[in-house]
């Protein structure tokens, strides 16, 4: 009965992943029932291999059954990924460059990335963003390389974002940030081990060891530049790394299948 109990815990707390880094419908338990943000963490590269599931299923519908040019396919891929998450993480990628880049004291950094309206940079970011991933997708070709490379790095770039909220504290007093504050490190781990599980089952040859490398060195330099400019993480800094990490990691994947 206990393993029961822990069974249908696990699955909530994956729910809850789900719920904070997507707008996938999933099964909803009652507020008094419904497991913290903090709790949930490990699950985060399950959201994150989702998500790139069905990016990768669109391009290989696309590219593979329909016959469209790779570009066209990516273009797919991304804009389905990106209706997955409500744009989550490009929107914390947008807020991030313009607050940092626009911002000249800590205090006016924090202000403009709460701001909802976008700037210069946080435009040019997205549009970089998207391009550079589309791009990428486009390089690999194969469509189930892409499929493979999108769940990989959907897993391994959430995990990613676990090293902020470890090495960290949150920046202000509420928000996404201090929801995750002071996690259990062995949430942190289990997040990581759950992430190479899946990288190792979908991610060609070398690929397997090198991309969690680009992912943590993405991770560990965002938090550099956190740290410096405001004192910590944001959600707004977890959406930059989520992103800068897998640009860098399928960057890293077209080198290596060149």
Known sequence: MIRVFAARERVDEI??????????????????????????????????AAVGAIGGAAYALVAGWGGASPALAAVVALAAMVMATGAFHEDGLADTVDGLGGGRTRERKLEIMRDSRIGTYGTLAIVLSCAWRVAALAAIADPWTVVGALVGCGALSRAAILLPIARLRPARTDGLGISV????????TAGFAIAFV?????????????????AIAVAF???????????????????????????????????LLA
């Open 15 to 48: 729910r809850a992943a789900i719920q904070v880094l997507t707008r996938l419908p999933v099964w909803r338990p009652q507020a008094e029932q419904a497991p913290t943000t903090g709790v949930c963490i490990w699950a985060f590269p399950l959201a994150g």
């Open 221 to 255: 330099a965002m938090i550099l530049i956190a740290k410096r400019q405001i004192g910590g993480y944001t959600g707004d800094i977890l959406g930059a790394t989520q992103q800068l990490s897998e640009g860098a990691m399928l960057l890293a994947l077209v080198m």
């Open 198 to 214: 899946i990288g190792s089952a979908t991610l060609p040859g070398a690929a397997v060891l090198i991309l969690p490398v680009a």
């Open 181 to 188: 504050a002071a996690p259990d490190e062995r949430l942190v």
